[in-house]
């Protein structure tokens, strides 16, 4: 049983836990996480998702993304889905999230790494996936075109990638 830490609508903890597959009630808030990783090509590091997943059944999605449990916080979410998903251990200590986007019943803290990884080193969560790639922006918006992907807007997998290397609204001069 998963339990989440229930927030407030400016992010605040109430003390309260939620159960997955329970009912949500309003004005209660939960924290997810997705991770990007990009290698030194601009192309990131997409999962499949297993064919008897409840959610998106055999669809690719990015990197790995999941809900923070009770006692997470975003870094230790994000860096606890990446080995559990891909066996992939990066230390997310002092690292910040690229953005956050609200969503109906949460907020969705985005991660975005640069790293080299070799695909069969991976060990992947049987549960979760069955399958990595590696694919640039173009495949995964034709994906999306094509509804192989996860029907992300073509505007948040662009600016994914054009935020990879920095942090803010503005390009560096």
Sequence with gaps: MEQWD???????KTGRLWTRGTPHTAGDYHMTIHVCVFNAKGEMLVQQRQPFKSGWPNMWDVTVGGSAISG???QMAAQRELAEELGLDIDFTGIRPHL????EIGFDDYYLVEQEVDLSTL??????????AWMTEE???NGIEEGWFIGYHESLIRLLFA?????GAHNEV
Excluded: G, N
Aim: glycine fraction near 0%; charged fraction near 30%; hydrophobic fraction near 35%.
């Design 123 to 132: 060990t992947l969560q049987e549960e979760e996936v069955q399958r990595v």
């Design 163 to 167: 935020l990879r290397h920095s942090y």
């Design 6 to 12: 229930v927030y407030t609508a400016d992010r605040k």
């Design 72 to 74: 997470d916080t975003s």
């Design 139 to 141: 495949a995964i918006v």
């Design 100 to 103: 956050t986007i609200p969503f």
